[in-house]
Structures are given as structure tokens and as C-alpha cells.
Nanobody, 117 residues
Framework: QILFIESGGGLVQPGGSLRLTCRTSGFTFSRYGMTWYRRAPGKEREVVASITNTGGGTSYAESVKGRFTISRDNGEKTVYLQMNSLKSEDTGVYYC??????????WGQGTQVTVSS
């Protein structure tokens, strides 16, 4: 069974930081790129950050560049999202995602991030 389990969300004040973790199992993690998405209240799901299978390449949404950092540990089959200088507009449910070579999509259950004073 393939499982993606996100954690690390919570309530934080503007300007604060959180580190999200997505642990995977039953999945050949090192073969695939990983992506963090988020869905803000009343909005469509959007890509936040992506990382290649080796971790050698990353990309970010313009809105989070310079504040968020995606990383991965292939030995632990885990991907991270370090979020600094959080803003109220970063509020939403964050999901990790991967697509395998058969175009199967894998999602976690999501972790809620709320940025509010």
C-alpha cells in the first residue's frame, strides 16, 4: 500500500515559520519528483514547490520564492517544506504529491496551515 502522510501544520502568527513533512511508504520514492500543493479557502489547488528525484532541481511559485524551501531525504523517503516569513495568504491545506511513470497520482491527506494573529 502506498501512503503519503503529511504533518507539521498548525497555527502560526504572521512572520512565523513552520516545517512540513511528508513521509511516504510503499513507493519508490527516489525515482520521482515530488511536489507540494496547497488549497486556500475558496481557491483552486495550486503548486507551491517541486523538487526533482535527486533533489538537484527545485522550483517555486512566485508567491513563495525566497520564503519557502523544498528538500528531500531519499533514504528516509521524505520530502520537506520549510516555510518562513509566513503571511496570511499562505493559509490553506498543504498536500504532497507525486506521479509515477504510469501517470498514477498519489496524494497525502493534507495538513492545515493557518497564519493568523
Amino acid at each position: 500500500q502506498i501512503l503519503f502522510i503529511e504533518s507539521g501544520g498548525g497555527l502560526v502568527q504572521p512572520g512565523g515559520s513552520l516545517r512540513l513533512t511528508c513521509r511516504t511508504s510503499g513507493f519508490t520514492f527516489s525515482r520521482y519528483g515530488m511536489t507540494w500543493y496547497r488549497r486556500a479557502p475558496g481557491k483552486e489547488r495550486e503548486v507551491v514547490a517541486s523538487i526533482t528525484n535527486t533533489g538537484g532541481g527545485t522550483s517555486y511559485a512566485e508567491s513563495v520564492k525566497g520564503r519557502f524551501t523544498i528538500s528531500r531525504d531519499n533514504g528516509e523517503k521524505t520530502v520537506y517544506l520549510q516555510m518562513n516569513s509566513l503571511k496570511s495568504e499562505d493559509t490553506g491545506v498543504y498536500y504532497c504529491h507525486a506521479r509515477d511513470w504510469l501517470n498514477n497520482n498519489y496524494w497525502g491527506q493534507g495538513t492545515q496551515v493557518t497564519v493568523s494573529s
